[in-house]
């Protein structure tokens, strides 16, 4: 039986705070006018964790067009509200969300199965603890979702650390463990998304196709526009369309298109 056709859009970096209200209002209108089986929400929903900041994402959330899969990023804990940040990091985002982002997340539609993880953490082992890391039990949790899931479905994780860097966003760092990670998700996942390094593209990694998104609706740029993902997969063929701002509206600028043997990914010939 052929794979039911999936359509993903692919939101990060909203940044809620620091956010464009222009920009969020046509980024919604688009999504709706796209149609999409699910968004993916790829962390840092605000820009300093406030309840003010929270409940303008969670409006924003509200309009969205259809089902979200929405994971934290490390500018939705506390920042040097070091009390907070260490004894209970978390709790703005479980009062305005009503998720526990410690665990892994779910959604499940014809020929789709995702998995949210949050690669945020309070602190790290390195000076810029806005760098994330996956841990073993979270991949205990993507494998056992995966696992259990249609042949030809769909896999997907949606993380807000990325498991690929291109030469401008080389100085932010992979998430932490990512070759584990990708050794452990090689055949068994399709699709990494990411966000973190408000830069959009996508390539393939030991099999398995990563796109990162762009910020979706703030004002914090790094040398290009706000930006979305439309994920487009029919069967075993799959595409990564990124629309770009070009200040009245998502303009298309960028697609990539990739086919897979099984759960093995390849940069499409034609």
Not at 33 to 48: K, N, S, Y
Not at 108 to 127: E, I, S, Y
Not at 208 to 216: M, R
Request: contains cysteine; neutral net charge; charged residues 25%.
């Amino acid at each position: 039986m052929k794979p039911a056709n999936v359509r993903i859009a692919q939101i990060s970096d909203l940044h809620f705070g620091r956010d464009v209200a222009e920009v969020a209002q046509t980024l919604l209108a688009e999504l709706h006018e796209a149609a999409p089986t699910m968004i993916a929400v790829c962390g840092d929903l605000t820009q300093r964790a406030r309840d003010a900041e929270f409940r303008a994402a969670r409006a924003f959330l509200d309009g969205l067009p259809a089902p979200a899969l929405v994971v934290p990023g490390n500018h939705d804990l506390p920042g040097w509200q070091v009390w907070s940040r260490f004894t209970r990091p978390w709790r703005p985002w479980r009062r305005h969300l009503s998720t526990d982002p410690r665990g892994a997340t779910a959604h499940t539609a014809d020929g789709l199965v995702a998995v949210g993880v949050n690669t945020a953490r309070q602190w790290g082992p390195h000076p810029d603890w806005s760098r994330g890391r996956i841990d073993a039990g979270q991949l205990a949790a993507i494998e056992a979702q995966f696992d259990h899931a249609p042949g030809d479905d769909l896999r997907v994780v949606v993380a807000h650390h990325p498991f690929l860097l291109t030469e401008a966003g080389l100085h932010r760092g992979l998430v932490g463990r990512s070759k584990t990670a990708l050794r452990r998700l090689r055949r068994r996942a399709d699709l990494l998304l990411g966000g973190h390094i408000h830069l959009a593209y996508s390539g393939v990694v030991d099999g398995l196709v990563v796109a990162q998104s762009g910020t979706a609706c703030s004002d914090r740029l790094k040398g290009e526009p706000n930006s979305y993902n439309l994920i487009e997969a029919d069967g075993d063929r799959l595409s990564v369309t990124t629309h770009h701002w070009d200040g009245a509206r998502f303009d298309t600028r960028r697609r990539a298109d990739y086919a897979r043997d099984g759960h093995e990914w390849t940069v499409a010939s034609d």
